[in-house]
T-cell receptor, first 113, second 116 residues
Framework: EAGVAQSPRYKIIEKRQSVAFWCNPISGHATLYWYQQILGQGPKLLIQFQNNGVVDDSQLPKDRFSAERLKGVDSTLKIQPAKLEDSAVYLCASSLVDTDTQYFGPGTRLTVL | AQSVTQLGSHVSVSEGALVLLRCNYSSSVPPYLFWYVQYPNQGLQLLLK??????LVKGINGFEAEFKKSETSFHLTKPSAHMSDAAEYFC??????????????FGGGTRVLVKP
């Protein structure tokens, strides 16, 4: 079975620019997660979707970050405008409903100059 | 609220020696506990998980972990390190949200270096 797909793998932008990341979860996985992993730290949950609805976005900086999952399948995470401190790896994960195991994609490494 | 503390951000072991990575958790409800491994430039891969069944959990690549409620610990061990075990390891705690997946809280990670 295909895993979680993410693109792009790497992105370099200047501060105040905007950027978008794409995630395609494992087929049939209703739950989708976006994490931010700053260098030297563990991943931190930004937002969790159940189908196309938001379950938890309490740690999403909503003044600059947005995410959508319009058709309940793939998802886009956007940052506008980017700050230096947004440099991190952005991980997408998916899971079946009512299960405890999340499957992670390879991540997108963002560098903000 | 849940939290995880991993003792030691870096661990260096010799090939063939015991690998021991420490993890302590805090949870207001019976936790689910996980160990993930991350190789360079890759996502996280599940090593093993505890979900209230047997307290000694065996995972992939020869790793195992023991859940100790009295010590709020979930330490990861492997009897004999291999060069391919060099990676970063994350302990995580979660609460299963009915009909909405689970919410993982990760520790800060422990980077393992294996010396020949």
């Amino acid at each position: 079975e295909a895993g979680v797909a993410q693109s792009p793998r790497y992105k370099i932008i200047e501060k105040r620019q905007s950027v978008a990341f794409w995630c395609n979860p494992i087929s049939g996985h209703a739950t989708l997660y976006w994490y931010q992993q700053i260098l030297g730290q563990g991943p931190k949950l930004l937002i969790q979707f159940q189908n196309n609805g938001v379950v938890d976005d309490s740690q999403l900086p909503k003044d600059r970050f947005s995410a959508e999952r319009l058709k309940g399948v793939d998802s886009t995470l956007k940052i506008q405008p980017a700050k230096l401190e947004d440099s991190a790896v952005y991980l997408c994960a998916s899971s079946l409903v009512d299960t405890d195991t999340q499957y992670f994609g390879p991540g997108t490494r963002l560098t903000v100059l | 609220a849940q939290s995880v503390t991993q003792l030691g951000s870096h661990v260096s072991v010799s090939e063939g020696a015991l690998v021991l990575l420490r993890c302590n958790y805090s949870s207001s409800v019976p936790p689910y506990l996980f160990w993930y491994v991350q190789y360079p430039n890759q996502g996280l891969q599940l090593l093993l998980k505890y979900t209230s069944a047997a307290t000694l959990v065996k995972g992939i690549n020869g790793f195992e972990a023991e859940f100790k409620k009295s010590e709020t610990s979930f330490h990861l061990t492997k009897p004999s390190a291999h060069m391919s075990d060099a990676a970063e390891y994350f302990c995580a705690v979660s609460v299963l949200i009915k009909a909405a997946g689970n919410k993982l809280t990760f520790g800060g990670g422990t980077r393992v270096l294996v010396k020949p």
